[in-house]
């Protein structure tokens, strides 16, 4: 599946190495950064409606946006 990046909740950017996560706060701009961005997403957790999202260099956990 494919969602734009003002389309989802970031949680936390998986380390490059895949030992950890980033959180989201600690990343100055990426949001904005990402907004315009198409991802692609994985389901990661049913129970926690997470999935991970990818813009094939970086790796993100991330939730989808309600819509109001």
Sequence with gaps: MRKLGKELEFISMI????L???PVSEVPNMVSY??????????LSLTNRTF???DRMNYYI???????
Excluded at 15 to 18: A, C, E, L, Q
Excluded at 34 to 43: G, Y
């Design 15 to 18: 380390n490059r190495d895949g």
């Design 52 to 54: 991970i999202a990818t």
């Design 20 to 22: 950890g996560v980033t």
């Design 62 to 68: 991330v939730r989808i946006k309600k819509e109001a």
């Design 34 to 43: 990402l907004e315009d961005e198409e991802l692609e997403i994985m389901s």
